[in-house]
């Protein structure tokens, strides 16, 4: 299979949680022989899997619920051949003194995840950044800005407000101080280099599709992808809205305060939709399943899961051979990022 990235690609880092960056050389190892030109990542997340099939030639459609999600796919993998300068970051750190800025990060997030002068930046920087003109470099910078608010936050996380964590004066065991007190404008450099850097053209015409739910996504490709928020038994569903509703609202700044689920709460997270809850909560995470292997019961289905998820293994079995012939299931232990245990990741390749 031709490697179709240039010399000096690399994969964007990343913090955030369930990504399957480092299971992409295992995944590709039991996919590449698989007859198929098309995919469709359902939960793209950060891109890691779709940005893989890019690189060995796939055409790839990009889809999840989230905003701020859509937004890195455009980046990377719809994006061809647009990268930002440094010209470019510096027009968007030039604030200018005599325009009014909004100031709703300030107003609603102080003390919670960031410094009060970081809020006064991030209200100027979005600002800034909305009024790109080019939209893979407003992709590109406003997944900058993602990672950059990612590495600053203890846990790389928004569920807490637990700002306290990065200030006190005290002994740690965890986390990255230095990183913490990186200027916002010294990490967002850092991180346009990076997605710059995974920028390329593979010659197909690579597109983000939207917002689609698992179950309405658009069909007509050889392979789909189902890489779902996981279930556990002992914790419940992973509600990735609940992990980076802040992130989110970066994306979605104009409409971010009518998407607050209760403004009296303090981490002020945005509302769950049906389509969130579909694969949050324990009554419905089964039926979910059940749903989305039906409607792609024409494609390959490559699945990835954790063993210790609700459904089972079994489960998960019993419903891709009421549709299939063959189902293929290989196993290798791995520790996601802020776990400390370590867990058999499934990928189930149904044909």
Not at 154 to 181: C, E, M, Q
Not at 203 to 222: F, L, Q
Request: glycine share 6%; proline share 3%.
């Amino acid at each position: 299979m031709i490697d179709c990235a240039p010399e000096g690609f690399k994969y964007p880092s990343t913090r955030y949680s369930g990504s399957k960056r480092r299971l992409l050389d295992w995944i590709w190892e039991h996919v590449k022989d698989l007859k198929f030109n098309t995919v469709l990542d359902l939960f793209g997340g950060t891109g890691s899997v779709s940005l893989m099939f890019k690189r060995y030639g796939k055409q790839v459609f990009y889809n999840d619920l989230l905003k701020f999600n859509q937004i890195i796919g455009k980046a990377i993998i719809e994006n061809k051949n647009t990268f930002v300068s440094d010209s470019d970051i510096d027009k968007v750190l030039n604030f200018n003194n005599k325009r009014d800025y909004p100031d709703f990060i300030q107003k609603n997030f102080k003390g919670i995840f960031f410094l009060d002068h970081e809020n006064e930046w991030l209200d100027k920087i979005i600002s800034n950044i909305m009024n790109v003109k080019n939209e893979y470099k407003r992709a590109i910078l406003f997944a900058s800005l993602f990672q950059a608010c990612l590495a600053k936050r203890p846990f790389n996380l928004f569920h807490r407000a637990n700002l306290y964590i990065r200030t006190a004066n005290v002994p740690r065991s965890f986390g990255n101080k230095t990183t913490w007190d990186t200027p916002f404008e010294k990490l967002l450099r850092r991180f346009v280099y990076e997605y710059n850097r995974a920028v390329f053209d593979n010659g197909k015409m690579n597109k983000v599709i939207g917002g689609y739910d698992a179950i309405s996504a658009p069909n007509g490709v050889d392979l789909v992808y189902i890489d779902p928020p996981y279930f556990s038994k002992k914790s419940g569903g992973t509600n990735y809205m609940a992990f980076y509703h802040f992130l989110e609202g970066l994306a979605d700044y104009k409409n971010w305060e009518n998407r607050i689920k209760d403004s009296n709460t303090k981490i002020k997270k945005i509302n769950d939709t049906p389509e969130i809850k579909a694969w949050t909560h324990k009554a419905l995470i089964k039926g979910s399943f059940e749903k989305v292997i039906e409607r792609f019961q024409d494609n390959i289905i490559v699945l990835s899961y954790q063993e210790e998820g609700i459904p089972s293994k079994e489960e998960i079995i019993e419903m891709l051979r009421t549709y299939k012939k063959s189902v293929r299931i290989y196993s290798i232990s791995h520790r996601y990022v802020l776990s400390p245990k370590v867990k058999n990741e499934l990928l189930f390749i149904a044909k």
